[in-house]
């Protein structure tokens, strides 16, 4: 049943407890209540999982003192809400929402446990009402994978879907996507679409909708203002902009990442400031530098991306054989996450001079992540320079990685490869460094100013 | 000479310019003044690199119009400042500098390009006279070498040499070590000295001392002020606040990391607050739980690091070959740097099933750097933890992986290193998340509130 067996199996049966019921569980001092969730396939028979009323999921050890209560049989899904019936206003916008199968607007079935994508518009405008008095919404599923489990290949699909929509007439396109890896698809996308000339914005929640507290619902009606209104003809990322729930930033595709596990402003603009915020629905840039939209265009869909390419963090005690693995494995390419101003120990020299000669780009970015490889400084940086280490500017590493990727797809010299990577393509490389974007802990604010009393 | 060889050797013999010459380069409509500098022994032989007045290294490319003017034959080194005496004072402390090779106090050699640590007590009060004021200063160079290419081994020198001094009665003890992987050294210190009872703190500067805006003094003299008069008994990292030279921030040795390639506010605490902050040589601690000063202990040294750990940065169609090939080379651990809430994609889950069951520990942190690993949210979690993924809570993932040495350094079993790795030793745990310490970029108050005039 749902991934239960043994031990836990049992127990649920005896008691006719189903995944979806809402149960008790006593043990010694301690009372749980919630959801019976299901398990994955490798749970092991030992434990029960409940959905806390929070919305976190957590697992008991099921032992001889384990007491077990069905409190109430479980619900159907709530995914049979009245759809709201909304017709094609001319006046208003055509957005897209493609699915990935992100977080955002989702509804947990309560019976299965499993997560449903609200995906036909009449559920998503279900879900977030506020969408209807801001374009007129199509949806299309694009693939349903965790962020985590994303590939190049998919990458491309997307890519495929939004040059598709766009060139048949779409305003914007939204791409929902799970928060874990929407930094490096976000990167993806700006490279491989070429031509822009309307908003293409990923967006996705922390949290699922169904939660009392998910973000989801502000995420999305921001990102189809952008995606429907703005003149921002770039790929962004639209996420919560604070801990509130009153405005969203608007990040570029090849400058942000996600910078916390799970509060709702995890995503920051590295190295530079957003291209703007949206709040109440209403869109205001911060820059003047940004790719305007334009009433008539043809995307250019350019998705060659070579997937052998490795991001490599580098760190004191690191081995020539990580990378001389990789070369014997056959990869293409090698970004280098490294120390402080773009340094790698001697000891990786060796393995570096010898990818090199195999003709196999070595690009360095920073672990620091804020702030500009400068590779002249210091002994160090001029010698892995003399061995051809390629320096990434301010590009973020993950950036720098689907960068490599998509230009190893290409069929480019290694000049032409070394020279692309210090060029500025699609917004990830920043002219110059701004003091204010490094961001510091607000509590500090308070500490050093108190005891200056 | 110094590194140069072919045409620039030819070029520079010819007009009789040695390194350390203060030189012109005409090129164009360009022109440069600077020192001429050393070359790596790896320099091609097309360029000369001279010092700019601002401290920064150009490499100049030699063509026909390249044209070269002596302006003024080298200067003798800086070294020969005389030296200030200062007698023992009993009624200061004792602190102990250990050089590790950084770049605090340090002076560069114009006429060499060198760079020699200023390493007498009296070259270290001649370079920073305020720290006369303040402490006995004792000196001992432990090492010298670039902090990228600090090993486990050299963690283990620095730890007895600290072990040594604070038991031969040194009311503390810093340590000048180059800012790269001093946030990992530092880790590596909180974790092998056993009963410390006295402070022991590394400093470092991001510019040599000798220029002109250099960090390297500030921070000294806070580093001396911590380990000679604060009752803060723990390893930790003293280092600029702020990019205006007035306070220096304490940071617990296991929760800080550099954060920014050039900035002198580089190092931040990671996911809790600091123990405090110096100014003008005054210590105020930020907190009370933390391991406070005695007048008479031991301290004990277990410094014993399994060097065969790697840290695999998780990225989106990363294969399972990366981990293969580590066990096939032997590692003995492996720290995943995943994503979000401490995911890795299910390409991994069959090698990494493969390194459990040969009894090589995996443990996961975020590459989010900020938040905490909770691997009970999703499915991937709860997959990864029943392959038997061990969950870094908040620790970073740098200090996860001097910790995983460390513990994999002792004979322990699997389910000691487990449990040890989630039970905070060292205060590389924080028990619960404060909101306050996620940092914001401060141009973000300037952007947010005029947009919404």
Same mark, same amino acid.
């Given at each position: 049943? #749902?991934?239960?067996?043994?031990?836990?199996?049992?127990?649920?049966? *005896?008691?006719?407890?189903?995944?979806?019921?809402?149960?008790?569980?006593?043990?010694?001092?301690?009372?749980?209540?919630?959801?019976?969730?299901?398990?994955?396939?490798?749970?092991?028979?030992?434990?029960?999982?409940?959905?806390?009323?929070?919305?976190?999921?957590?697992?008991?050890? +099921?032992?001889?003192?384990?007491?077990?209560?069905?409190? /109430?049989?479980?619900?159907?899904?709530?995914?049979?809400?009245?759809?709201?019936?909304?017709?094609?206003?001319?006046?208003?916008?055509?957005?897209?929402?493609?699915?990935?199968?992100?977080?955002?607007?989702?509804?947990?079935?309560?019976?299965?446990?499993?997560?449903?994508?609200? #995906?036909?518009?009449?559920?998503?405008? *279900?879900?977030?009402?506020?969408?209807?008095?801001?374009?007129?919404?199509?949806?299309?599923?694009?693939?349903?994978?965790?962020?985590?489990?994303?590939?190049?290949?998919?990458?491309?699909?997307?890519?495929?879907?939004?040059?598709?929509?766009?060139?048949?007439?779409?305003?914007?396109?939204?791409?929902?996507?799970?928060?874990?890896?929407?930094?490096?698809?976000?990167?993806?996308?700006?490279?491989?679409?070429?031509?822009? @000339?309307?908003?293409?914005?990923?967006?996705?929640?922390?949290?699922? *909708? $169904?939660?009392? *507290?998910?973000?989801?619902?502000?995420?999305?009606?921001?990102?189809?203002?952008?995606?429907?209104?703005?003149?921002?003809?770039?790929?962004?990322?639209?996420?919560?902009?604070?801990?509130?729930? $009153? @405005?969203?930033? +608007?990040?570029?595709?090849?400058?942000?990442?996600?910078?916390?596990?799970?509060?709702?402003?995890? @995503?920051?603009?590295?190295?530079?400031?957003?291209?703007?915020?949206?709040?109440?629905?209403?869109?205001?840039? #911060?820059?003047?530098?940004?790719?305007?939209?334009?009433?008539?265009?043809?995307? /250019?869909? $350019?998705?060659?991306?070579?997937?052998?390419?490795?991001?490599?963090?580098? #760190?004191?005690?690191?081995?020539?054989?990580?990378? $001389?693995?990789?070369?014997?494995?056959?990869?293409?390419?090698?970004?280098?996450?490294?120390?402080?101003?773009?340094?790698?120990?001697?000891?990786?020299?060796?393995?570096?001079?010898?990818?090199?000669?195999?003709?196999?780009?070595?690009?360095?970015?920073?672990?620091?992540?804020?702030?500009?490889?400068?590779?002249?400084?210091?002994?160090?940086?001029?010698?892995?320079?003399?061995?051809?280490?390629?320096?990434?500017?301010?590009?973020?590493?993950?950036?720098?990685?689907?960068?490599?990727?998509?230009?190893?797809?290409?069929?480019?010299?290694?000049?032409?490869?070394?020279?692309?990577?210090?060029?500025?393509?699609?917004?990830?490389?920043?002219?110059?460094?701004?003091?204010?974007?490094?961001?510091?802990?607000?509590?500090?604010?308070?500490?050093?100013?108190?005891?200056?009393?």
């Amino acid at each position: 049943m #749902f991934g239960y067996r043994g031990k836990a199996l049992r127990l649920l049966k *005896s008691l006719e407890i189903e995944v979806g019921d809402r149960i008790r569980v006593e043990k010694g001092d301690r009372t749980y209540e919630g959801i019976l969730m299901p398990r994955s396939e490798l749970g092991d028979p030992n434990h029960v999982v409940i959905k806390l009323p929070n919305g976190y999921n957590l697992g008991v050890k +099921i032992t001889k003192e384990t007491k077990i209560t069905k409190i /109430e049989k479980g619900k159907l899904p709530k995914l049979g809400l009245p759809p709201l019936e909304v017709k094609r206003d001319p006046a208003k916008p055509d957005v897209t929402i493609l699915g990935t199968g992100g977080t955002v607007a989702c509804r947990i079935d309560y019976r299965t446990g499993a997560v449903y994508p609200a #995906f036909t518009p009449q559920e998503i405008y *279900s879900a977030v009402p506020e969408l209807a008095g801001l374009a007129n919404i199509e949806v299309m599923e694009v693939c349903n994978v965790l962020s985590e489990n994303m590939t190049s290949q998919l990458w491309a699909r997307i890519g495929r879907a939004v040059a598709k929509k766009l060139n048949a007439g779409a305003d914007g396109v939204v791409v929902a996507h799970g928060t874990d890896t929407m930094g490096y698809t976000a990167a993806a996308l700006s490279f491989m679409l070429k031509g822009l @000339f309307r908003p293409v914005v990923l967006v996705g929640s922390q949290r699922s *909708s $169904d939660r009392p *507290s998910s973000d989801a619902a502000l995420n999305l009606i921001s990102a189809v203002a952008v995606a429907g209104k703005s003149d921002i003809a770039e790929v962004c990322v639209v996420m919560h902009g604070s801990t509130d729930d $009153d @405005f969203c930033l +608007i990040h570029r595709g090849t400058k942000v990442r996600k910078c916390h596990t799970s509060r709702r402003d995890t @995503f920051q603009t590295i190295n530079d400031i957003p291209i703007g915020m949206v709040r109440n629905g209403e869109v205001t840039t #911060f820059r003047q530098d940004y790719n305007r939209a334009r009433p008539e265009g043809k995307v /250019e869909l $350019d998705a060659k991306f070579e997937p052998k390419v490795a991001l490599v963090k580098v #760190f004191p005690n690191i081995k020539g054989d990580i990378i $001389d693995s990789l070369l014997d494995e056959g990869y293409k390419g090698i970004v280098l996450e490294g120390t402080g101003l773009g340094h790698a120990p001697r000891m990786l020299y060796k393995s570096i001079r010898r990818a090199v000669k195999l003709g196999v780009p070595v690009v360095m970015t920073s672990q620091c992540i804020w702030g500009r490889v400068d590779m002249k400084v210091y002994s160090t940086g001029r010698e892995l320079l003399s061995l051809g280490v390629i320096p990434g500017e301010d590009m973020l590493p993950e950036t720098a990685y689907v960068k490599l990727m998509w230009l190893l797809g290409h069929d480019l010299s290694q000049e032409e490869i070394s020279s692309l990577m210090r060029t500025n393509i699609s917004g990830e490389i920043s002219p110059t460094s701004r003091p204010d974007v490094f961001p510091t802990p607000p509590v500090l604010r308070t500490l050093v100013g108190e005891s200056r009393l």
